[in-house]
């Protein structure tokens, strides 16, 4: 490992996440060169589809019930409230386990989970939480979900939580978000392969940007884009900013403002972003690995954002109402036999 080299913990919560971790961390630890080190850590309400690999594992955690009389946790059923105080102690037990809450230089995290579901949409606050108020660099890869009601109701409730914990401690949180629904066309199966696939492009590029060894952007530079909330020659409120990387021209959506951005290249020459920022400076990739990887793809810009999640939260409430609006004008029928039909107490028809 070369001298400035970072190391970035990577962090599986709940059942979407730990999978996420495992598949997608296979692939990002395989980037050799030029990339950041990872360290991987899970953490669970169940064992269910949980790969060997993972269960055996020195960094895995799985939550148990405070209750004796709970027996073991099951999962969440899709509802965040199920085991939320059982994931609460289980968190400050995982973060003292594996240290989490201590920051050194050139260390950062990634929280990965479904906010859609139960346990994953929980965990992540109460560790989020502990890693805000120890000023440690943090970026969530968030994966939504709005293909049916519940999802999209846990999946609104997860990105108000992460905006209030954000404003809590004045910081701008660096979030990466990916909708399952976008990808659901083509079958579960691809939608999982392609959300996957979607992810690890994201975090391969991030990785990119936070080796440490690459020319005119360091370790500082990349911890005041993952927090924005360091700069204070320029105003940038606290609250969540979607974060990504763009090959060769950032494309953004409708009324999305750009903040600070960081570009690679592999010529020296800088190339134009063409956005007003607050902030924007440029680095050269020395890994000759990184290079041949990324040399279809340079210039490389990571780019912070704000209006990002304004625009989904709208999108989710719509969609949320409709559903709503559908159930409420749902009516059982009163289903009887004959006329001459007897009725017990217990609800037999005789």
Excluded: W
């Excluded at 360290?39 to 960094?59: A, F, G, L, M």
């Excluded at 201590?102 to 109460?126: C, D, F, H, R």
């Excluded at 959506?253 to 750009?258: C, L, P, S």
Aim: glycine share 8%.
């Amino acid at each position: 490992m070369t001298k400035n080299k970072a190391i970035t913990k990577v962090v599986g919560c709940g059942g979407c996440g730990v999978n996420i971790v495992k598949n997608v961390g296979d692939m990002l630890a395989s980037l050799g060169d030029g990339f950041c080190d990872i360290e991987r850590y899970y953490i669970d309400s169940s064992k269910n589809d949980t790969p060997q690999e993972v269960i055996d594992c020195d960094t895995s955690y799985f939550i148990k019930p405070s209750s004796l009389s709970k027996g073991m946790i099951s999962g969440s059923g899709g509802e965040r409230a199920t085991n939320a105080k059982d994931i609460e102690e289980g968190v400050k037990e995982f973060i003292d386990k594996n240290n989490l809450a201590k920051y050194s230089v050139n260390e950062y995290t990634i929280l990965v989970a479904s906010i859609s579901g139960g346990t994953g949409s929980m965990v992540i606050p109460y560790i989020l939480k502990n890693l805000l108020e120890n000023d440690i660099p943090t970026i969530v890869v968030a994966v939504g979900d709005s293909t049916n009601g519940l999802f999209a109701k846990n999946t609104l409730k997860s990105i108000s939580t992460l905006h209030n914990l954000a404003t809590k401690y004045k910081k701008a949180l660096s979030v990466m978000y990916v909708n399952n629904g976008t990808f659901m066309q083509d079958g579960i199966k691809n939608a999982i392969e392609n959300a996957n696939r979607s992810i690890f492009n994201s975090l391969s590029s991030l990785l990119l940007f936070l080796s440490g060894e690459n020319k005119s952007i360091d370790h500082k530079d990349m911890a005041m884009i993952i927090d924005q909330s360091k700069y204070t020659s320029i105003n940038i409120p606290s609250g969540i900013y979607a974060l990504n990387a763009f090959s060769k021209t950032v494309v953004l959506g409708e009324g999305m403002q750009a903040t600070v951005a960081r570009t690679l290249t592999i010529d020296p020459v800088s190339p134009d972003i063409n956005l007003s920022l607050g902030h924007h400076k440029t680095g050269t990739i020395l890994s000759e690995n990184a290079k041949s990887i990324y040399k279809e793809h340079v210039p490389i810009h990571l780019v912070a954002y704000t209006n990002f999640f304004t625009s989904e939260v709208d999108r989710l409430k719509d969609y949320v109402n409709n559903i709503d609006n559908a159930f409420q004008a749902i009516k059982i029928d009163s289903l009887t036999s004959t006329d001459d039909a007897v009725v017990n107490d217990d609800g037999i028809v005789f």
